[in-house]
């Protein structure tokens, strides 16, 4: 009997040690819906370079990824915004070193309908417009009558950025039409006389007209220098200079080729 | 130099409510936290008559349960309302629960960059008490020891120093903590509080809460818990990797009153708490702890050494099994050990209504 069970054990002991030898390498992230895109191709594509390696990729927030680098539970934290002192001192009281690699950048777009006369805005104006204070276009320096809102839904990280730089705390008049992604905003904005959204850059097409906002054009050099008002940058944080898997993911994000890819989801390449 | 004090922070509160943003798309979030405990109490009955250790208390319990709603106003400014039930010894099981107001608090947004000014029934920021999560099952040693309440009423500045380099809290609060039926305001005179923290490099973070209340005008005459109450604390957390270990050290001078004498005694009190543990793997935790208290130095023989020891095991995310062993050792021989072993499982639940 106590050979037996000496057996099961042996065995038992030699299947865990097949198991850790054969398993392949992993790599995990978690964080902003903003940075998911990125994340996603990018741990595509670099699966297919590195076949031993599985990238697991998921959302939540940048809180979320934030607090992730904090505990230690992911290789790589996803934020659209920079931590905050609280959180980089609840990282360093536990011996955690928040590190932030900036992959690329988010500019915002205000977009109107092409048969709108008006070609530039301020913030002010575009916060008024946004919180309701604004109702008609001729108050705001435009055609098409009364003014038709699309805003993103709140959970998005471009409702984020423009929370932050356009609304500063005001409330979206509630009878904005909150929608799911850029690619319906655009569409919306496209088809309907006075209406006003936004979008991410990439997502700009010439159905529409892109707003110059406080003087400043949106394009790659303004978002990057920081010079265009609605923009900022995306990171990828991780505990300390990145090292191993990690290193080789966000190397691979900041060639050429990564960089690229930036571009194609819709971001600003910071290469 | 206190009437100073008391109008600087009236002075804060008034700048801080003209800071107040406009109203913005407000989240709210519902949570809590349950404390389901089983436990054996013996005590070592070391006297003339009794050897032998005798089983005081044993059984099921649900001791606490938390229930908090947080509301988001803008960005600036967050209230937060928790209910305390309890149902421990001390309560007597009157009607299976009692309940008690744990916090009601608003957060405004403050001038200095990080900051905010909290005002209300809210944490304690002495030593360790609001550090505190309950990884061991016993109480925060402060708390323990009925040293100071875990949380008061008060008007109390706190925020981060720039790039994460530690935090600060000062203000002023009652003085008596919220458990309004054991310790009534029995003074008109605040408490000051001060506590800095600094994290000079990853994983080292030192600091230090001085906390000072003299007696005032008391209300009723004779009902005199103390005259003065000066509290001071120091703190050490090392953190690297698996391993976390918290310490402090408390320093007491009371004066307390006899209502027989009409007279006021002075009282020195002291101890410290060493709190190690190593995560082991993402699930299992192993912990101790060790405590001493010496509640009187001018009286010999009356201190109490507490040993802790434990394991957590993380079910999944938001509930924790606990295993604990806990001896409590007075000086004094003829006083009897106490023993406990104890099993908790801790479930806590947070959920986020976006507006």
Redesign the interface.
Known sequence: MKKIIKTICLLGLVGLLAGNLTAGQKLTLSGSTTVLPIAQKGAEDFMKANPSVDVSVRGGGSGVGIQAIVDGTVDIGDSSRAAKAKEIATARGKGVTMFANIIAKDGICVIVNKANNINSINLDTLKKIYSGEILKWSDAGGSGGSLVVVSRDSSSGTFEVFNEKVLKGSKVREDALMLASNQAVLTTVASTPGAIGYVGLGYVTDEIKALVVNGITANKETVISGKYPISRPLYMYTNGDPKGLAKQFIDYIMSPEGQKMVEDQGFVAVK | MRKLVKILFISCLALSLSQI?????GDWTFSGTNWLRTRVVSKDLQGPTKTDKTVTDAGFSVDRGYVRYAYQF???IKGQWTADFYSDKTSNYVNGAGIKLKESYVDLPFYL??SKLTVGLQKNYVGLIYDYDYRIIEKEFIDKNGIDASADNGIILNG????????YEAGIYNGEGYKKELSPDINTEPAFVADV?V?P???I?VGGSYKSELQGTVTPIGNTAYNKNHLAVGML?T???PF?MWAEYIGQNVDTYSTTTNTYTNVKKSGYSIMPSYQIT?EWTVLARYDSWDPNKDKANDKVATTIIGVNYALTKGVLLQLNYQQDKPEDSTVATTTQYLGQIAWSFARVF??
């Open positions: 943003a406009f109203a913005a798309a803008t960005d600036t960059p990080e981060y120093f720039p790039m994460g380099y530690g935090s923290r994290i490099v990853p994983g973070t957390r953190a690297y990797g976390d993402p976006a507006q």
